[in-house]
């Protein structure tokens, strides 16, 4: 069965900092791995989505990079701002079922400091 | 385009009633998924619609049950409703399974 981990489960950082968000997962065969953010009581806005056949994928400011083999994936934030302050969700979906049903993990609680 | 719209955003209802929730995906998305979000579980996969067919189903009692019409809308029905079925229930929709989903904002279902 999969399962998806992210940690830490918080994480609080001053402006302009980078940082690194992880999420693991236990099953290597997986479709493609997706990156949300969820502002408080809001719907997920779609980050970054990564094919099972690639390294990373890049959006402005945000960087993902996903590792099959070792069943990991890391979003990297460049110069975070205190609008970056949300939770980020990593999901997969996987070969063998439904490709429209993602697993998603906790979520890290992310607060950047003015 | 419009992005996901969910109707209604916000419901209250007694433990025992039925509810119908409702998502409109994207122009031109064929496939709905629906989840559920509670602070204990997290984000929980009901079930997902693809040309009108469930395709695939969560583990979830058969009181959660959902369709999909000609225009790809959705509909997801809870009935006997439980004061575990507070959570708040989100649409998203896809070109096809498998591309990237795009989530509406969301119904935040009370049970009294």
Redesign the interface.
Known sequence: KQEVTQIPAALSVPEGENLVLNCSFTDSAIYNLQWFRQDPGKGLTSLLLIQSSQREQTSGRLNASLDKSSGRSTLYIAASQPGDSATYLCAVSVYGGSQGNLIFGKGTKLSVKP | KAG?TQTPRYLIKTRGQQVTLSCSPISGHR?V?W?QQTPGQ????LF?Y?SETQ??K?NFPGRFSGRQFSNSRSEMNVSTLELGDSA?Y?C?S?PD??Y???????T?LTVT
């Open positions: 996901v496939s998924s989840y997290g984000l929980q996969f997902e693809f395709r695939n969560g708040l989100l998203a896809s399974p498998g990237e989903q795009y989530f509406g904002p969301g935040r």
